[in-house]
């Protein structure tokens, strides 16, 4: 029982590890330590490599809305994990769980999505 | 010797997701990035931190939002030539100097983006592909916003340089898509240590599909 959390242990820490070798840019610009939630209207939606990006319309307070630039995994990720470019539509409704710039601006790492009330799926 | 180039739109899939954007490949320069139209491509010079001037390309585009956006690729090639052939014999034409000045250009052109003004946001250590580089953000006077992704692979030197107005989203579908090419035109990606080194790494995953168009340049 005991050398197989370690192992698992050790797994998850070998995973983390091996993630910057791996990925294709620095996420440093992103508060990766917290996360920012928000909602809001899909506005254009951008299955592309290496990143896909949705761009999502968020209403204010003030009652104007701001446009967010979301960014997600790259498609084959994406695929791999059972989305598909046919899966998110402009006008859809999302709930969004990511990590926003550091700078407090518009922008933020995916993250999780939830989509028109369906369960919350990561996309990243 | 004029160069003749040949750009190539190489799939044109449904484009109903993709808002105009493209997938540009250009050989020549050995980088890919996403582009919102394909770019106009302008001769300029680089000047180095040791005031030796280099070729360089300015890829320009502009966006739907009033947004605009700029690759300048230095070429190095001829930098140890260059400064070898140094008049005066001086510092400058040292045996190791030709290196230095390719590997000071990131800090080196980092320092004359910061010195144009605007309140510096975010001013840091980046990478992409395991190529060490810097990215700034800059609020500029008129409230306009700019992104600055400077990135030094072989012999060139890659500037990424975004604008946007007030409250546009940042332009990270433009500023985190850049890609190194090899000479024969596959993607490079290292893998990194603590201390530096790089290693590049043999077994890259082919793309997923996309729904934009790639468009490519290169040699006719």
């Known amino acids: 029982m005991e050398q197989s959390r370690f192992i698992r242990l050790m797994v998850s820490v070998v995973g983390l590890c091996a993630i910057p070798a791996l990925a294709h840019h620095s996420h440093s610009n992103y508060e990766t330590r917290e ?62 769980r990511c990590h926003q710039l550091k700078d407090k601006s518009n922008g933020c790492l995916l993250g999780f999505l939830t989509l028109d009330g369906r369960a919350e799926k990561e996309f990243d | 010797m004029t160069k003749r180039f040949l750009t190539v739109i190489l799939f044109l899939p449904g484009l109903s997701y993709s808002q105009g954007w493209i997938e540009y490949l250009d050989r020549s320069a050995a980088y890919s990035i996403n582009f919102p139209s394909v770019p106009v491509i302008t001769e300029i010079t680089y000047e180095s931190q040791q005031g030796l001037i280099y070729p360089a390309q300015l890829y320009s585009a502009e966006g739907v939002r009033g947004d605009s956006y700029l690759v300048t690729v230095v070429d190095f090639s001829d930098a140890q030539e260059l400064h070898s052939s140094h008049p005066d014999r ?11 000045d390719i590997r000071a250009s990131v800090a ?30 800059i609020t500029n006077q008129d409230s306009s916003r700019t992104f600055v992704g400077i990135y030094q692979h072989s012999l060139r030197l890659y500037i990424l340089e975004t604008s946007v107005p007030e409250g546009s989203p940042p332009p990270g579908l433009f500023q985190q898509s850049l890609r ?37 340049r290169s040699l006719d």
């Open chain 2, 90 to 100: 001086t510092e400058a034409s040292g045996v190791n100097s030709w290196w230095w």
């Open chain 1, 35 to 96: 996360y920012t939630h928000i909602e809001g209207t899909v506005a254009e939606f951008h299955w592309m490599n290496p990143h896909t990006w949705i761009f999502l319309e968020v209403p204010e307070e003030s009652g104007e809305s701001t446009i967010w630039a979301l960014e997600g995994a790259s498609p084959r990720s994406l695929e791999r994990d059972g989305w598909s470019s046919d899966d998110i539509h402009v006008g859809d409704h999302l709930v969004v």
């Open chain 2, 180 to 216: 190194f090419l090899d000479e024969d035109g596959v993607r490079v990606r290292y893998r990194n240590d603590v201390n530096g080194n790089k290693t590049r790494i043999s077994d890259l995953p082919q793309d997923g599909a996309t729904t934009v168009r790639i468009v490519e």
């Open chain 2, 108 to 137: 080196h052109t980092a320092l004359n983006i910061r010195q144009r003004g605007g309140e510096i946001t975010y001013d840091s250590w980046s990478w992409l592909e395991g190529v060490e580089g810097h990215q700034l953000q």
